[in-house]
């Protein structure tokens, strides 16, 4: 029996560009950045940079419920009353990465000033949490998992997800991950580690992925929630696809803690592997979506395995970084940026990698600098790496079928 096509018929997009998936994908293709300094007790004489998501309204259902809740209504589902099908059926496959860190960081504050009733139930900071939340709040009662892939943990969870309606253990699935990590234990771990970006003037230019004066990245905050279903339930429903799921490939690099091997043979060898998996020819593809760390070890690394896996049809695809405007988004940063390549299939356009100013010659692919562009997208490829040595390759391809069409705010 063949297995069923799966397709992304909704999404909840949030970053420093915006409380919307619409208004994110506009701040990107209109080369916004959000980083700005942070308002954070970091020392005297010193300050940290980051890209914060200005709250549009209180969390108070737990991290990932506004961006499910998003998600259905993009999907055209309820999020109250009755479902396509039984929420028996429904899966929650949401990762944090690291478990709710604002609340833990709320709770201990609390804490310290003597306010123990104040603190809530322990298990709502599990790495679970995001699952649990949107679980609770939608009254789902499927599989209920909790991914954990550091950086990569967006693109493990739908590719989980996608796997779950494959088998039959589930009929729609949502699916992503968030994170909200702008808090000086984190950011000062980075900046030991010699991954944070200099920030030697506005930080919107601080992060330069590909380019030869790239020093790391900045943390950001958001993340993702998508809909998935099979691709005959949607069409019988009357929803339209942004994407279907080709395939994907997960596997590890345990070279270094940070840095992937120099020779990024493992990278390229799950890009073959993913193409592989989704029947997509190297020549089909027109985008791929780097992880893009703006680091000085991993960039062209990245850029090696990819022309490794494509060949000669390597020039011809054109690549986007999206850190450079959102941030690393740490462990949401793979949802969010899947999201990206959803929309970027849907209106075949290609967001730009922006502050790429001066090419680094050993990044010899077209990284889409500071201007995006109109192109046809038949397939995209989208990788995450974390670290620890997680990596994850995605293959999105445009739906045959009826499809998501451009919205008129985006005209070509």
Same mark, same amino acid.
């Given at each position: 029996m063949a297995s069923p096509r799966v397709v992304i018929t909704g999404i909840g997009l949030r970053t420093g560009l915006g409380q919307t998936t619409e208004s994110s994908w506009q701040g990107l293709r209109s080369?916004?950045?959000?980083?700005?300094?942070?308002?954070?007790?970091?020392?005297?004489?010193?300050?940290?940079?980051?890209?914060?998501?200005?709250?549009?309204?209180?969390?108070?259902?737990?991290?990932?419920?506004?961006?499910?809740?998003?998600?259905?209504?993009?999907?055209?589902?309820p999020c109250v009353g009755s479902f396509p099908c039984d929420r028996t059926r429904v899966a929650t496959v949401i990762g944090l990465s690291k478990g709710d860190l604002q609340r833990l960081v709320g709770w201990h504050r609390c804490l310290s000033k003597g306010l123990e009733q104040s603190i809530g139930d322990w298990t709502d900071a599990w790495p679970d949490a995001g699952s649990q939340a949107i679980g609770k709040a939608l009254d789902l009662r499927g599989p209920r998992l909790a991914?954990?892939?550091a950086c990569a943990t967006g693109v493990?969870?739908?590719?989980?997800?996608?796997?779950?309606?494959?088998?039959?253990?589930?009929d729609l699935a949502l699916a992503g991950?968030?994170?909200?990590?702008?808090?000086?234990?984190?950011?000062?771990?980075?900046?030991?580690?010699?991954?944070?970006?200099r920030v030697e003037g506005a930080p919107?230019?601080?992060?330069?992925?590909?380019?030869?004066?790239?020093?790391?990245?900045?943390?950001?905050?958001?993340?993702?929630?998508?809909?998935?279903? +099979?691709?005959? !339930?949607? &069409?019988?429903?009357? /929803?339209?696809?942004? %994407?279907?799921?080709?395939?994907?490939?997960?596997? @590890?690099?345990?070279?270094?803690l940070t840095n992937l091997d120099p020779d990024p043979k493992?990278?390229?060898?799950?890009?073959?592997?993913?193409?592989?998996?989704?029947?997509v020819e190297p020549s089909e593809v027109d985008s791929v979506n780097v992880h893009g760390t703006?680091? +000085?070890?991993? !960039?062209? &690394?990245?850029?090696? /395995?990819?022309?490794? %896996?494509?060949?000669?049809?390597?020039?011809?695809? @054109?690549?986007?970084?999206?850190?450079?405007?959102?941030?690393?988004?740490?462990?949401?940063?793979?949802?969010?940026?899947?999201?990206?390549?959803?929309?970027?299939?849907?209106?075949q356009f290609v967001p730009p990698t922006m502050n790429l100013?001066?090419?680094?010659?050993?990044?010899?692919?077209?990284?889409?600098?500071?201007?995006?562009?109109?192109?046809?997208?038949?397939?995209?490829?989208?990788? @995450?790496?974390?670290?620890?040595g997680h990596l994850a390759v995605a293959v999105l391809r445009r739906p045959e079928g009826p499809r998501r069409l451009p919205l008129e705010q985006f005209p070509h």
């Open positions: 080369g916004l950045s959000a980083a700005t300094v942070l308002k954070l007790e970091a020392g005297p004489g010193r300050f940290w940079a980051g890209v914060p998501i200005c709250e549009a309204e209180a969390e108070t259902e737990g991290p990932g419920v506004l961006e499910a809740r998003a998600a259905l209504a993009d999907a055209g589902l991914p954990i892939a493990v969870a739908v590719l989980r997800a996608a796997d779950l309606i494959r088998q039959g253990a589930c991950a968030v994170d909200r990590s702008l808090e000086p234990l984190v950011l000062g771990a980075f900046e030991r580690m010699g991954a944070m970006a919107e230019f601080a992060i330069r992925p590909w380019d030869r004066s790239r020093s790391g990245f900045l943390v950001g905050e958001g993340g993702a929630v998508l809909v998935l279903e +099979r691709e005959d !339930d949607a &069409l019988a429903r009357g /929803a339209l696809p942004y %994407a279907e799921i080709g395939g994907g490939a997960l596997g @590890s690099d345990a070279r270094h493992r990278l390229s060898a799950l890009i073959v592997e993913a193409l592989q998996r989704s029947r703006a680091t +000085r070890v991993n !960039d062209p &690394l990245e850029c090696q /395995a990819i022309r490794r %896996a494509l060949g000669t049809h390597a020039d011809a695809v @054109s690549c986007s970084a999206n850190k450079a405007q959102i941030g690393h988004l740490l462990g949401g940063a793979g949802a969010a940026e899947l999201a990206i390549t959803c929309l970027s299939i849907r209106d100013n001066d090419p680094d010659p050993s990044c010899d692919l077209d990284g889409t600098p500071n201007h995006g562009r109109f192109r046809e997208i038949r397939a995209a490829v989208k990788l @995450s790496l974390g670290f620890g």
